[in-house]
């Protein structure tokens, strides 16, 4: 009677057992799946910045990132290889997935970099003449432009449209501040003077002077020497 | 009667006997009463005048009184003594004389006898007197009368009873009335008006019914004490039925006074109730017969009123003064007012003599009156308590002289008496029967006579047969005082009258005197005064030894002793012609041959030493015995044992009770113990202690007492047995001298009885019990050892291994040795863990106490003392082989015994002990085998089909896995618990259960303690551990359904999916590494 009982208690604690492991493996897969989830997103990401560096970024910036990714590459191959022995790659992942968020930020600062590069001369000039008469009939179209400029610096343009909407706008900006008259590069210095407060009655040039007196551009502004 | 030998004469007429002696003086006829009158010569004054008197005499104080009469000086004598001293006899005389002299007689004589003995028959002496006729009123007449008729009604005690409670009622003043009772007088009113009540106080024997019968009918029996009546406090104690009647249908006034009353610390309360009701006599009984203290007075007065006028003075003779109670203040009144002084000269002169009870004289008589007494006379001893009659204490001629009167009186006829009584009645001249008689000559020299009067120059001497002085004394001193007071009524009563009236025909029949123990009456027999000589006296009288016995306790000396009187042979004192007389035999008796034979002069000593009576009014014969004690003459006198066993033992043998029957078997026991040599009959000194320990086992044949033990030895009365307890007695008396013969004679006596009864008391210590069915009773050491044994087995004391009858003992003994009440006590604990039940209930039912007193008692009855070293024993171990290999060949069977309760105590505990196993011991072996065979299954159904090596190993892959998976642990065995030592006890179990026969299997089971205690260790292991078991599989079970559900309701993902995930990333990454235009 005792060896039955013991084997059926033992059987039991056998078939508990089982069910336990079966239990554990099914949450560390639900674990490992979300985590890969994880990783695919960032993946994603990653991919979508890497094209957009280069797209714009200078070579030698993405030959960088070219390798890292690569190692990133190898990283998930040595997971997915030990896979099979070790079910839970859960922290191999999540270090992968550390490295992927790293690249990524640097990708997005070096666009950051590339994209205020480019549109700061333009804005600049813009902020020079914003209060000329000429420019305030098209304020509105300048301060969209400028926003937009604006946008896709902080929101790193992650497809090729938003790449070309962001040249676009530039281009546009360059062009329209083109086509102001007279704005040579003497009235420029000395606007940008004005708006230091640094100009001098030396900056006031027969140029800037006619240009000044060209379609009550006076009265847009105050001079004031330091 | 032989016409020419003075025997089996009886001189006097049967019916004269009663009608000469009647205790009431009022009562008896003048010539018997005259004719019995003793002249009473040593009266004791307590006061009397200071004029001197010439005696103490009743002659004198006659004299006394009528020269109060002549010198009209008033005389008031009180009269005082306990019931029977003679004061109604006195009295009587005094009124008779005082009558007869007719020469002082100037006045009227009222005489209130006491013969009816209550108020009513005093109230119709008063009426029949007619002295009041002329003197008192009509009125008062008839108010006599009236009280008188009151008296007779049937109605008597309701009217009693309703005039108690008038009278309680309406006494505001409640004087006397306890105070408890003041602040419930209520109580009492309702208490004396309740019917149950009324019933109770009126049921015969009852206070009520006391008081009619002293008003109205009057009875001798039932107030002889001439004692007033009274309530008593027991006549308010309540029986139960009576106190229930109450309860349920008394007023609550009643069952509060009923209830208070009961309870038993209030007898001081119920004193105080009859107390107080008794001080309402008197005014219950004036309201009863409308006649009042001061009724009687002024009738008394009126008389002497009307006297006076004639010159006439009263005499007064009153018997006794209680039998005016209810209006006995009247009376006193009347007597203590004289004649004299300024307020008393209307009445005559009165001379008054009043009879007086000493509680009468004491608590009821005034004070103030006792100053008026002129003469106050008592006639108790003044030695003792005042329960003897100073006439007669120590004084053998007063008896002697009293009863040859009254003897003289029956011999004769009325109308001799009565013309004797008609002619002046003077003593001298009193008619003598014993002058007409022709034995008179042998009579008076045989049985003596006593001088009643002076003839001329002769005296007149009245023979005292069928008694002698001595007889009449003897009898007289041993009336039995218990019961009643030594006086002149008890000495005519119990003695004379008893006698005469009871064994006086007999005399003609030849059967006078009865046997010893055939006299009865009120007086008590004395013995011997050398028990022994009983023997002598049986063996000589024959059929007449024990009427002999009496005549030598009575009318002799109280010895068989043979002297010489001159030329007569004496017996006992006595003569021939006495036994002779009396259809006797003159036996041998005993002669004292150590002493020269006693001459004359010798005789003649006694007689001297021993002088009948010093007066020369009784002439004893010249043999007479002595009432004083021989040992001052000079006659060889055995040694005197009447002490208090002595008289025992002769009363016995006379067939009476025998008392201080302890203090006999108690000594019998002793000698019973030490002469027998119990060894002999293979008995220990142990065994018999016990049976004869004190005095219970022995029982005589009449003692007094029933027998205080179921089993005792009785023993018949018997002479021989009678001699051996007076052997016993001498033996014992430490503070006499040894008289060698004496002892020697006893020590003889003792043996040769001893011899006669040994068989018979060893018959009685061996068989206490009686076997069932006619089988044999086991001997005291059978029983013990048979319950040593089975107690041994009991206690588990016992092995199967070598079972000879030797080891056996050995471990009986060893056993017995151990037991005590602690250690059996231990033993039926333990037995109740590991036994069957009913092998612990076995030895429950044996008390601690008595396994101690068997298990101690076994060694004490094999004892045996070796050689004659008292101090040195040795185990009588051939006697307990004998009865161990019996009962082994008898394959143990116990047979049945009947206990018997009040054996002795060794017997006792030793036959419960047997009895409890003899009935129980066979089922409960079998019980205990099935209790094995249960446990044994049950160890077995934990292991099969398995080994135990493997059950072993099973338990412990088990404990394993638990302690693996956290789930704790199985039991761990004790130590003792081995997969072999399993396997070793499975078999030696099955080892008892194979073995056959009762023997083999009691010693097994009693061996088998400590392999039950390890099946049972087995069990309990296996249990706990199966219990732990189930007790993790029932949780495991429910672990186990938890997970399956959990695991069932999920969609769980498999690693596949996982590695699809990792391509996917992948083929990403690949993607966006693929060769492009990089960079600007």
């Not at chain 2, 004679?745 to 069932?772: A, M, N, Y």
Request: aromatic share 8%; glycine share 4%.
């Amino acid at each position: 009677m005792i060896i039955t009982l013991v084997q059926a208690a033992d059987k039991q604690q056998q078939d508990i057992e089982q069910l336990r492991i079966a239990k554990d493996e099914a949450k560390v897969i639900s674990e490992m799946l979300s985590t890969l989830e994880d990783v695919e997103k960032s993946t994603r990401r990653l991919t979508s910045l890497y094209a957009l560096a280069c797209a714009s970024l200078q070579n030698e910036d993405v030959q960088g990132f070219a390798a890292s990714i690569s190692k990133l590459v190898g990283d998930i191959t040595i997971s997915r290889a030990n896979l099979l022995s070790e079910h839970r790659q859960v922290p191999q992942l999540n270090a992968i997935l550390k490295k992927m968020k790293t690249l990524s930020t640097d990708i997005e600062n070096a666009w950051q970099k590339y994209a205020i590069e480019q549109v700061a001369p333009s804005l600049d000039l813009l902020r020079l003449v914003q209060q000329l008469p000429e420019v305030r009939s098209q304020e509105q179209e300048l301060h969209a432009l400028h926003i937009q400029l604006q946008h896709f610096i902080a929101q790193t343009p992650l497809n090729a449209g938003s790449l070309s909407d962001f040249e676009s706008a530039l281009q546009e900006l360059k062009q329209r501040l083109t086509h102001l008259e007279g704005l040579n590069s003497e009235v420029r210095t000395f606007l940008f003077k004005v708006q230091n407060g640094t100009a001098t009655l030396s900056d006031m040039t027969e140029e800037v002077y006619q240009w000044c007196r060209q379609i009550q551009h006076a009265s847009a502004f105050q001079v004031r020497f330091a | 009667m032989n016409s020419e030998i003075f025997q089996g004469f009886q001189c006097w007429e049967t019916e004269r006997v009663s009608d000469v002696i009647n205790k009431e003086a009022g009562s008896i006829d003048r010539a018997v009463f005259l004719a019995t009158h003793a002249p009473i010569n040593n009266l004791t004054y307590l006061r009397k005048p200071a004029a001197e008197m010439a005696d103490n005499s009743e002659e004198t104080l006659l004299r006394e009184l009528q020269r109060c009469a002549t010198e009209y000086r008033p005389a008031f004598v009180v009269v005082q003594g306990i019931p029977g001293t003679g004061k109604s006899h006195l009295i009587r005389w005094l009124k008779e004389r005082y009558m007869d002299d007719r020469e002082h007689l100037h006045g009227k004589v009222l005489f209130i006898e006491r013969a009816q003995n209550n108020l009513r028959g005093t109230l119709e002496q008063i009426l029949a007197s007619g002295i009041f006729d002329d003197a008192t009123s009509r009125e008062q007449l008839e108010k006599l009368q009236s009280a008188t008729i009151a008296l007779s009604k049937e109605a008597l005690a309701d009217t009693l009873l309703s005039q108690f409670h008038v009278v309680v009622t309406h006494d505001s003043e409640v004087p006397g009335m306890p105070k408890w009772l003041v602040r419930n007088k209520r109580q009492l009113e309702m208490f004396l008006l309740d019917a149950k009540v009324r019933e109770e106080l009126k049921k015969p024997g009852g206070p009520i019914e006391r008081l009619v019968r002293f008003l109205s009918t009057g009875s001798r029996t039932s107030m002889e004490r001439d004692e007033s009546p009274e309530f008593e406090a027991r006549d308010f104690e309540f029986g139960v039925d009576l106190l229930y009647a109450i309860k349920r249908e008394g007023y609550r006034e009643v069952r509060e006074l009923a209830e208070y009353l009961q309870d038993s610390d209030r007898d001081k309360q119920r004193g105080e109730l009859a107390k107080y009701l008794t001080s309402l006599l008197n005014k219950v009984i004036g309201r009863t017969t409308a006649l009042t203290a001061d009724d009687l007075k002024r009738m008394f007065n009126d008389l002497r009123r009307s006297l006076r006028k004639q010159d006439l003075h009263l005499a007064l003779f009153i018997e006794d003064i209680t039998t005016f109670t209810g209006i006995d203040a009247g009376l006193v009144d009347v007597l203590a007012t004289q004649h004299t002084g300024e307020g008393n000269r209307e009445f005559c002169q009165m001379i008054s003599v009043i009879g007086i009870t000493d509680h009468y004289y004491k608590d009821l008589f005034p004070s103030n009156i006792k100053d008026r007494v002129t003469h106050h006379i008592t006639l108790n001893t003044l030695k003792g308590e005042g329960t003897e009659s100073e006439l007669l204490t120590n004084n053998p001629t007063a008896v002697v002289d009293l009863s040859a009167r009254y003897l003289n009186a029956m011999r004769l006829n009325q109308a001799q008496l009565n013309a004797w009584s008609q002619h002046e009645a003077r003593l001298g001249d009193i008619p003598n029967k014993c002058d007409m008689c022709l034995y008179k000559t042998t009579c008076h020299a045989a049985f003596g006579s006593a001088e009643i009067a002076q003839r001329a120059e002769e005296p007149v001497r009245v023979g005292l047969y069928p008694f002698n002085q001595q007889a009449l004394w003897t009898m007289y001193e041993n009336i039995d005082t218990t019961s009643i007071d030594r006086t002149p009524r008890a000495l005519l009563s119990s003695v004379v009258e008893y006698v005469l009236g009871s064994h006086g025909q007999k005399v003609k029949r030849g059967q006078f005197p009865p046997s010893i123990d055939n006299w009865g009456g009120e007086f008590i027999v004395p013995s011997l005064r050398r028990p022994l000589q009983r023997n002598t006296i049986e063996r000589q009288g024959g059929v007449d030894a024990k009427r002999i016995q009496s005549l030598l306790v009575f009318w002799g000396d109280r010895t068989v002793l043979a002297t010489q009187a001159g030329n007569r042979r004496l017996l006992g004192g006595l003569p021939e012609t006495i036994f002779t007389a009396f259809n006797l035999p003159f036996i041998q008796g005993e002669v004292q041959e150590a002493f020269p034979p006693q001459t004359e002069s010798a005789a003649k000593k006694v007689m001297e030493s021993a002088p009948l009576i010093s007066s020369h009014t009784v002439q004893s014969p010249p043999n007479a015995p002595a009432y004083t004690p021989l040992v001052e003459t000079n006659v060889p006198t055995p040694v005197t044992r009447t002490n208090k066993y002595t008289d025992a033992i002769d009363a016995w043998i006379r067939g009476e009770q025998l008392i201080e029957a302890n203090y006999f078997a108690e000594k019998l026991a002793t000698l019973i113990r030490t002469f027998i040599d119990w060894e002999v009959h293979g008995m220990s000194n142990t065994q018999v202690d016990d049976v004869f320990k004190g005095f219970r086992r022995i029982y005589f044949e009449g003692q007094r007492g029933i027998p205080t033990a179921a089993y005792y030895l009785t023993f018949e009365r018997s002479s021989k047995l009678a001699n051996v307890l007076q052997a016993l007695v001498d033996l014992n008396n430490t503070n006499q001298s040894p008289d060698t013969a004496l002892l020697g004679g006893h020590l003889v006596g003792l043996s040769t009885w001893l011899e006669g009864q040994e068989l018979r008391i060893v018959d009685f210590v061996l068989h206490v019990l009686t076997g069932e069915g006619g089988q044999s009773t086991p001997s005291l050491p059978q029983l013990l050892l048979l319950d040593g044994l089975f107690l041994a087995c009991l206690k588990g004391d016992l092995e199967p291994k070598g079972s000879t009858s030797d080891a056996l003992l050995l471990a009986i003994l060893k056993s017995c040795f151990a037991i005590n009440r602690t250690s059996w006590q231990s033993s039926i604990n333990q037995a109740q863990q590991l036994h069957a039940s009913a092998w612990s209930d076995l030895m429950k039912k044996i008390a601690p106490r008595r396994a101690e007193n068997c298990a101690s008692n076994l060694p004490r009855v094999l004892n045996r003392a070796q050689g004659d070293r008292s101090s040195v024993f040795f185990i009588d171990a051939v006697q307990a082989l004998d009865i161990l290999t019996e009962f082994r060949q008898q394959e143990w069977q116990l047979s049945p015994i009947e206990s018997k309760p009040n054996i002795p105590d060794i017997w006792s505990d030793a036959s419960t002990v047997y009895g409890t196993l003899q009935q129980a011991f066979p089922q409960i072996l079998a019980e205990e085998r099935d209790h094995v065979q249960s446990g044994l299954k049950k160890l077995q159904s934990f292991i099969e089909p398995s080994q135990p090596e493997e059950v072993f190993r099973a338990v412990a892959t088990l404990n394993d896995t638990f302690t693996r998976f956290g789930r704790g642990h199985l039991p761990e065995p004790k130590n003792h618990l081995t997969a072999s030592k399993l396997k070793r006890t499975l078999s030696e179990l099955q080892s008892i259960l194979d073995r056959q026969g009762i023997e083999t299997q009691a010693l097994s089971l009693s061996a088998a303690l400590l392999l039950i205690q390890t099946m049972l260790d087995y069990i309990q292991y296996f249990a706990d551990v199966s219990q732990e078991i189930n007790k993790q599989m029932s949780a495991a079970a429910k672990t186990l359904a938890n997970l399956q559900d959990q695991l069932n309701t999920e969609q769980l993902p498999t690693l596949a999916d996982v590695q699809q995930q990792y391509i996917e990333i992948l083929a990403i990454l690949s993607q966006a590494m693929a060769p492009q235009e990089v960079g600007r």
